[in-house]
């Protein structure tokens, strides 16, 4: 991914003009109150190269909610976790994160081979599902975030995350 989505404003140009779009394009994002300093951060990023990113202030939660089936989502803190291939299914492909509703045979292919298998095999589908989704701009990512947990394996057993969360189970840190 830092390959693929390195920050290269020439080539976001370039892009746009082979899309079409040379003289850039206009997005819509619809808040609730402010939107976060991601997003502005974002805006700053797109403005160099031509993208327009405009905050629509929604006047009602029913408004926000409506919005996410025809304006992009922006920003998506998530923590994948121990299960990426549950992840992808549940929330990108099969989830909230997919509201059109998108369908890619590829995807569901080396997504049910993600499932399927175990070991090797499964780390090899998992690959090919992450280049999939890649390569298709499903799920576009903006920055790593990483958690870090230290422990004394001497005095404690290894700690537990919560779900697909990078937030530690505090009940589940035991003795070793």
Do not use: C, H
């Amino acid at each position: 991914m830092d390959t693929e989505y390195a920050y290269d404003p020439d080539k976001a140009r370039q892009l746009l003009a082979d899309a079409g779009y040379p003289d850039g394009i206009e997005v819509n994002l619809t808040v609730l109150g402010q939107p976060d300093e991601d997003a502005v951060a974002i805006q700053a990023q797109w403005a160099e190269v031509g993208i327009t990113l405009t905050f629509v202030t929604a006047t009602s939660t029913d408004q926000a909610f409506a919005a996410v089936s025809t304006d992009p989502i922006l920003f998506g803190p998530f923590g994948i976790g121990a299960n990426p291939a549950g992840f992808v299914a549940g929330v990108v492909v099969g989830g909230f994160m997919n509201l059109q509703q998108a369908q890619d045979p590829d995807i569901s292919a080396a997504l049910g081979a993600s499932l399927g298998t175990t070991g090797d095999t499964q780390a090899q589908a998992l690959t090919q599902l992450n280049t999939l989704l890649t390569e298709r701009g499903w799920y576009v990512p903006v920055y790593e975030d990483f958690t870090y947990a230290g422990y004394n394996a001497d005095s404690m057993g290894e700690p537990s995350f919560a779900g697909t969360n990078n937030y530690l189970v505090l009940s589940a840190i035991q003795p070793a």
